[in-house]
């Protein structure tokens, strides 16, 4: 027998918004959300020193209320305590599950024990995770195609399938009527929102959002899928989808904004590189790190900008997301127990699953007794598609002058190689 849990009718108090109160999106949809400022790692990969938020929403026609994803089960009582100051929880009539990665679902066994009455409506593919990830079989309404409607009474959501944002079984949601798309993870940022904000015309650092917390949002968790990012907007448009609202997973919902941030998207994941070349590097006793400014010089020279990032000291999703618009790239290693070193290979390992590659690159490095790192960084590279420019620069020990000159010199040669194959 399912435990019921009982809310009486809520009273949605309007003289003062507090941290646990639902925020309006528009009269009739409501963010249900939570912030979570205590996870450290996002995935238990990607560093969110600024917290992240999981926005649910809750969409109330005259007949009937869906609820559209959940949150992370810790922040179950609070989600619940958000709906139930809008409706009582039991009166949901549809649960719209539009991504099943934990942190939009695991509430939702909690959630069904309330809802009682409640039909999930999701994708085949994900009603098979459902089940084995909390082992529930609610009712369910399956979508198969991009018509499935549901009518709310004067509102009706229509559910989109939109694979590979970012796993395969996603969704998104339109409610016509509004023109408010409920877009799941695509479009979102890490950061949690300010007190009692959910809407970024309201948001003091709005730009906060878009050009650092969503780019790092999507370099880090998206970058694989950059394909997929543009065949969903090319499929919008063919449904002559254009959202009023733009409703995401994390981060706030856009009004003014809301072409903007689609529109960053489109260009990440093209990409739209600019005069730019990213050098990151590993350096153990500072020698590979003495060619960093020397480097920089060189792609100066060749009229670019340079960043560059110890792997030692920053988080990866940073040079991820540097590397967005940068076709070229230098990338130092000394030489680790015959290897490269660590981090550098982590950081190899993730331009692989993030599939950015396509782009010019230069090796430099030190070491102190063998040296293979930088052939065996070539190797691995060129293997993942990466345009390997110029002679790798190995120097044993600490570099003198004419090493510095040939780094600066290659830095410039792999910068102009790039600027020019890309017509910048």
Request: hydrophobic content about 40%; glycine content about 6%; proline content about 5%.
């Amino acid at each position: 027998m399912v435990d019921r849990i009982v809310f009486t009718e809520p009273v949605l108090r309007h003289d003062h918004m507090k941290r646990d109160d639902p925020l309006r999106v528009t009269s009739d949809v409501h963010w249900v959300g939570v912030n979570d400022a205590h996870t450290d790692l996002f995935e238990g990969l990607w560093e969110i020193p600024e917290g992240v938020s999981y926005n649910s929403y809750l969409v109330t026609g005259s007949e009937k209320t869906a609820l559209i994803d959940n949150v992370l089960g810790k922040y179950e009582q609070e989600h619940l305590s958000k709906i139930g100051q809008l409706i009582d929880p039991s009166r949901i009539d549809y649960i719209i599950i539009n991504h099943m990665e934990p942190e939009h679902t695991s509430a939702l066994p909690r959630i069904l024990k309330t809802a009682i009455n409640a039909q999930v409506v999701l994708s085949p593919i994900a009603l098979n995770m459902l089940k084995n990830f909390y082992h529930v079989e609610p009712r369910t309404i399956l979508v198969k195609g991009d018509d499935v409607r549901l009518d709310l009474g004067g509102k009706t959501l229509r559910l989109i399938q939109t694979p590979w944002l970012h796993w395969p079984e996603t969704l998104c949601a339109y409610l016509i009527e509004e023109k408010v798309l409920f877009s799941c993870d695509a479009f979102g940022s890490f950061r949690q929102l300010p007190e009692s904000q959910i809407m970024e015309s309201d948001i003091e650092n709005k730009d906060e959002y878009i050009n650092n917390a969503s780019r790092k949002y999507f370099a880090g968790v998206f970058s694989g899928q950059r394909e997929w990012v543009l065949k969903a907007l090319e499929k919008f448009e063919d449904l002559d989808i254009e959202p009023e609202v733009l409703a995401p997973s994390h981060g706030p919902a856009y009004t003014v904004s809301a072409r903007e941030i689609m529109g960053r998207w489109a260009s990440w994941s093209k990409p739209n590189y600019v005069r730019k070349a990213v050098i990151t590097f590993g350096s153990m006793y500072g020698m590979t790190a003495k060619f960093v400014e020397s480097i920089k010089e060189g792609v100066e020279e060749a009229g670019g900008q340079a960043e560059a990032f110890d792997l030692s000291r920053t988080a990866p999703i940073e040079v991820l997301s540097a590397m967005l618009d940068a076709p070229a790239l230098m990338i130092g290693t000394p030489t680790y127990e015959r290897d490269l070193f660590p981090k550098v290979k982590y950081l190899v390992n993730l331009l692989e699953l993030k599939k950015l590659s396509d782009r010019c690159v230069g090796i430099f490095g030190s070491f102190g007794w063998s040296g293979e790192a930088t052939r065996k960084l070539e190797e691995k590279l060129v293997a993942l598609g990466f345009r390997l420019v110029g002679k790798s620069l190995a120097v044993l020990g600490s570099p003198a002058q004419e090493d510095f000159e040939k780094a600066k010199k290659l830095a410039k040669t792999v910068a102009e190689t790039a600027f020019s194959e890309r017509g910048l």
